[in-house]
């Protein structure tokens, strides 16, 4: 730094000043420090200015199965806010939610100097027994408002609901559901307001079936539900699901939309490429990232939180899957 002043006639300070993007400094002293930089080939000393501030420049994420579309997607926006906002990103992923694997993703993370925590997917921190570092600022994608940290969600029970009163209100008699995962946060929580939504219209609440998220597990799913020919409407968890529900479909001999119709959830990409194009759900994922980092640095500031879960609100996206029973 000492050398980059004395090139560009200016103070350490200054120079500190350019490289920390203060804007006291005026055009000209920042380019001439900036060029002074590029001729010594100047590159900050982070381990020094971790000393001198206390911050890494760095957030630590743990997410559990990043083939999940949802966790993926949340983990992309976290790291491009992040990035947005000068700052590093180090993942860690957790092949199961028990306490030994979390805190070795922990320690990994910690061990690599992190200012603050994002963990993706509430159902790791589901364990009474799972603890995190008190030191660290924590905020959790996908929470329920009781799970003891600041939580930025997706409205699971906004977007089932949604996609439960459209295929009543087109005079469907009941909505058969192919659920994701018993132990999943957002699996639970839409097939839960699918029931409400049924017993709020005095429907009938058919036992739902447990799909994975993967397509061959809503194609097994469908053609189990399409053994019966009273089945008319079916909500898929998921995209993935509701794919497979329509091949299923196809190979039982039952039209979509005309004898069946179908309702995913994601609004993946490729929904509107399926024949017929997907009704589904549309979740803002990237709103969920883009705030979790917003409530982390906000945390890391020192700002007193709201820990009530920000539940951010889907959209029906209504396509040629859907319509009313013949």
């Known amino acids: 730094m000492a ?13 500190s000043r350019v490289a920390n993007g203060h804007a006291s400094v005026t055009p000209e002293t920042r380019e001439r420090v900036e ?32 083939t999940a579309t949802g966790n993926l997607y949340i983990v992309d926006a976290v790291i491009r806010e992040a990035q947005q906002a000068g700052y590093g990103v180090n993942l860690a992923t957790l092949d199961a939610a028990i306490d030994a694997r979390l805190q070795a993703a922990v320690r990994r993370l910690t061990s690599l100097a992190i200012d603050g ?30 799970v003891g940290y600041p939580a930025v969600g997706a409205d699971h029970g906004a977007g089932a609901t949604a996609a439960v009163d459209h295929l009543l209100s087109l005079g469907h008699r009941t909505v058969h559901h192919v659920s994701g995962l018993a132990d999943s946060y957002p699996a639970v ?16 609440v058919p036992p739902p079936v447990v799909g994975d998220w993967s397509a061959a597990s809503g194609y097994a799913a469908g053609l189990e539900l399409l053994k019966d020919p009273g089945v008319t409407a079916i909500f898929a968890a998921n995209d993935q ?20 119709s179908v309702v995913g959830y994601d609004d993946a990409e490729v929904a509107g490429f399926l024949s017929p194009p997907l009704t589904t759900v549309r979740q803002d994922l990237d709103g969920v990232g883009r705030h979790c980092v917003s409530v982390l ?9 709201d820990w009530s879960t920000r539940l951010l609100a889907p959209e029906l996206v209504i396509r040629a899957s859907t319509a009313p029973p013949a």
């Open 189 to 204: 929580r839409r097939r839960d307001a699918w029931q409400r939504a049924l017993r709020r219209r005095e429907c009938a």
């Open 297 to 305: 640095l906000s945390s890391m500031r020192g700002e007193k939180l």
């Open 3 to 15: 050398d980059v002043a004395a090139v560009a006639g200016v103070s350490a300070v200054t120079v």
């Open 241 to 260: 699901m509701a794919a497979g529900v329509l091949r299923a479909a196809a190979e039982s001999g039952r039209r979509v939309p005309d004898d069946l």
């Open 35 to 66: 060029q002074a930089m590029k001729q010594l080939g100047y590159r900050e000393n982070t381990a020094a200015r971790a000393l001198a501030t206390g911050r890494f420049g760095t957030i630590g994420v743990v997410s559990f199965d990043l």
């Open 117 to 146: 925590l994002v963990v993706v997917e509430a159902r790791i921190l589901d364990a009474p027994s799972l603890r995190l570092p008190d030191n660290v600022p924590v905020v959790v994608a996908e929470g329920a408002s009781d």
